[in-house]
């Protein structure tokens, strides 16, 4: 339906589960937040998949990778903050409950009102495309009549694709294990450091602030050289070696340590996202960018959710080296898969004037 659509979806759902948070603050009203939940997790289906959609379409082949690092960047400010707000807003207070149910309130309509003013703003400024195609490749696509694409053939063309099926499941494994990571880091960092929670968080924001700054350098590299799949792959075995190094040194007893693995570990984690959406769109064109954008992301959410319960189940029965180890085994499957990717620029070659594509591969007829 548009980026636009799309956008307004993702924000008003958003939205909409925020205030149902408020309202489930009663006692009682559990369910009710997590319905809430489950709405405010919809609408990220509606907004992960757009970083890669806007840059390919307002953005030329000189700073399509930067932009789409840019959008990604975005996601990880949000997760960031996630790590760096509750536990200063809702601190550990067993002893008071009152004090504990006004300080969730807080935080609680505080994401209400966020979200309600990023759902106006994107009402407000958000354009579907600009007047004029920012790329040769694009101006091919919008040439193509609406009548013409098939969504449901665009999904078989894209299964079809080797290449791309190798990266749908190397991504889903490593954002998995970045998902996992994220998910279960307090309850590590606990085990060894008693009473650590609000450092927990912060080494939390350290890994996302650092890997934020990884997705933009990433971006760059993309648009300055266009090596996609050895960049790809470089990273892939960085982040290898940093959950290594993170999880052989976690229990040594030193915070400072566990701060600059996380981060380092974080730089590689994260800034590999936005190589992956490029990466896709590079070597699935004419294909839709939406379509295998959204496609990386379920990949991303059943590994994270199976990473996810096995990690922790892991680190609960035995310790967070033997989940940790768990996800390495898994992401060194990953580098194996990044390894036989076919670097098939097509993307690339249609704005050097290198290829000539039939953009009817995605019609009913094809």
Known sequence: ????????????????????????????RYPLTLAAQAICAVAQVFILGLPSRIASVWFGPTEVSTACAVAVLGNQLGTAIGFLLPPVLVPNTPNDIDLMAHNI??????????????????????????????????????????????????????????????????????????????????????????????????????LVVAGMVGSIICGLWLDYTKTYKQTTLIVYILSFIGLLVFTFTLDLGYLIVVFVTGGVLGFFMTGYL??????????????SEGTSSGLLNASAQIFGIVFTLVQGKLTTDYSPRAGNLFLCAWIFVGIILTALIKSDLRRHNVNSGIMNLDVKAVSDDS
């Open 1 to 28: 339906r548009g980026l636009r659509v799309t956008a307004l979806l993702g924000a008003g759902l958003n939205g909409l589960g925020a205030w149902l948070k408020c309202a489930s603050l009663a006692p009682g």
């Open 105 to 206: 309130s807080i935080m609680f309509y505080g994401t209400a009102i966020v979200s309600t003013l990023l759902f106006f703003l994107t009402g407000v400024v958000f354009e579907e495309k600009p007047k004029y195609p920012p790329s040769h490749s694009q101006a091919v696509l919008q040439n193509m009549p609406p009548e013409d694409y098939s969504y449901k053939q665009s999904i078989i063309n894209l299964f079809k694709n080797i290449p791309f099926v190798l990266l749908l499941i190397s991504y889903g494994i490593m954002t998995g294990a970045f998902y996992s990571v994220s998910t279960l880091l307090n309850q590590m960092i606990v085990t060894h450091y008693e009473g650590e929670e609000v450092n927990a968080g912060r080494i939390g924001l350290t």
């Open 274 to 287: 936005p190589l992956g959406f490029e990466f896709a769109v590079e070597i699935t064109y004419p294909e």
